[in-house]
């Protein structure tokens, strides 16, 4: 049973450059959150989709956006990339209703 | 606004020497506090979920606590192996996950 999947592992950007990051949720799974974690910081919640839709979001500004496909898979979406964009990018997985969710290996985004 | 904190920020253990790990925190309408292990550069491992006060769970060396206001990680005889940092979350009822910045544990040889 593959668990939660995100591509690319390692992604390094120009300020103002715009990146997509991906996930594959685990097999059963409807709901996908996303985090940006800064180095020797907790996750920090951007958004979570359900059904296709943006269900709740975090305080991040609206250069965050993201996107669910019919198969659960999701994208994160950054425009107009800044410094401190720069972090680890965790994805998570869970069952609409359940409380536990399950994280994927993250994607290391550095912006130069 | 709900909010965590967790102590000591770092942790360093000799091999076999027990100790705590505490998260305090701040909720309207607790539906679950969560603990995970996250090892440097990858995701965090989902270790366990604690739902009201007095309840307790176990898993290998790990015990996990929970009261009204704060949950402890207890480690029984750590093994090198268990260094990692342990992060702490909570999740109020119609809200996301809100997770503390982390304990640093440190177990020497």
């Known amino acids: 049973d593959a668990g939660v999947t995100q591509s690319p592992t390692h992604l390094i950007k120009t300020r103002g450059q715009q990146v997509t990051l991906r996930c594959s949720p685990k097999s059963g799974h409807d709901t996908v959150s996303w985090y940006q974690q800064a180095l020797g910081q907790g996750p920090q919640f951007i958004f979570q989709y359900y059904e296709e839709e943006e269900r709740q979001r975090g305080n991040f500004p609206d250069r965050f956006s993201g996107h669910q496909f019919p198969n659960y898979s999701s994208e994160l979406n950054v425009n107009a990339l800044l410094l401190g964009d720069s972090a680890l990018y965790l994805c998570?997985?869970?069952?609409?209703?359940?409380?536990?969710?399950?994280f994927g290996p993250g994607t290391r985004l550095t912006v130069t | 606004e709900d909010q965590v904190t967790q102590s000591p920020e770092a942790l360093r253990l000799q091999e076999g020497e027990s100790s705590s790990l505490n998260c305090s925190y701040t909720?309207?309408?607790?539906?679950?506090l969560f603990w995970y292990r996250q090892d440097p550069g990858k995701g965090p491992e989902f270790l366990f979920t604690?739902?009201?006060a007095g309840e307790e769970k176990e898993k290998e060396r790990l015990k996990a606590t929970l009261t009204k206001k704060e949950s402890f990680l207890h480690i029984t005889a750590p093994k090198p192996e268990d260094s990692a940092t342990y992060l702490c979350a909570v999740r109020a009822y119609g809200q996301n996950f809100v997770f503390g910045p982390g304990t640093r544990l440190s177990v020497l040889p």
């Open positions: 909720v309207s309408g607790l539906r679950g």
């Open positions: 998570a997985s869970s069952l609409s209703g359940e409380n536990e969710q399950y």
């Open positions: 604690l739902y009201s």
